[in-house]
């Protein structure tokens, strides 16, 4: 079965805790939650406060993945706040290795976030350290963005990399998923789907998740 990941970017924000619990009914398996600094990407979202106050409201799985500079600074907080999983862009780190161990030796899980034209080979001397590689399917800094077909040999190739270096780490995949890119993403070996928009504007949220859900690798 594929993991699913709502990304609460696209739910509406002046009901942020009645759209979580809504997910969390629907079976998702973790959610995804996006924290944008302005500077890496070109947009603002939440910080840790808004992270401790769900925390307050839900069991769920908290993937937080931060598309924010430096974010050895912030790593602290969204941990304090409750994030299961904090996942930092190899492209925002000029000392990856410490970021990562720096989450590890929190106790929680630890992922590294590649944009489309970031190459795996980064991760290469890493790869056994990750829970999970975050492979961006758009570039990022919005919701409702159109997938990149590129990244589908991406995934191809970073599944053989994890089997080859005996890696547990689990793909994710991030921006423009629907039923369509989603399911080419499950085949090329993707373990966990990101979607935002797919879910929160569809007319039937609950049923969007169980449709990726339901997605097959073959
Ligand atoms: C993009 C974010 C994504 C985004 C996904 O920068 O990291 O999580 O919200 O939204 P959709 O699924 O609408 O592309
Ligand atoms: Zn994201």
Do not use: W
């Not at 931060?66 to 000029?94: D, R, S, W």
């Not at 410490?98 to 989450?103: A, E, G, L, P, S």
């Not at 789907?193 to 339901?214: D, T």
Request: charged share 20%; proline share 5%.
């Amino acid at each position: 079965m594929t993991l699913v990941a709502p990304s609460i970017l696209s739910a509406d924000f002046a009901y942020l805790a009645e759209e979580v619990a809504m997910v969390e009914k629907a079976g998702a398996d973790m959610l995804h939650i996006d924290v944008m600094d302005g500077q890496f990407v070109p947009n603002l979202t939440i910080g840790p406060q808004v992270v401790a106050d769900l925390r307050e409201r839900t069991s769920m799985f908290f993937d937080v993945h931060l598309m924010i500079k430096q974010p050895e600074q912030m790593v602290p907080k969204f941990y304090q706040a409750g994030a299961n999983l904090i996942t930092v862009h190899a492209e925002a780190c000029t000392h990856l290795h410490r970021v990562v161990h720096q989450i590890k030796d929190m106790g929680i899980q630890c992922g590294v976030s590649l944009n489309p034209a970031t190459p795996i080979e980064v991760l290469k001397y890493l790869i056994r350290d990750l829970d999970l590689v975050l492979v961006m399917s758009v570039n990022p800094g919005f919701a409702a963005q159109e997938f990149l077909p590129l990244v589908l040999d991406k995934v191809r190739d970073l599944r053989r990399m994890l089997d080859e270096s005996g890696s547990q780490a689990r793909i994710e995949i991030d921006g423009g998923i629907n039923e369509i890119t989603g399911a080419e993403a499950v085949k090329a070996g993707v373990d966990i789907l990101v979607a935002g928009s797919f879910i929160f504007k569809a007319a039937q949220p609950a049923e969007a998740v169980k449709l990726l859900k339901s997605l097959k690798k073959a």
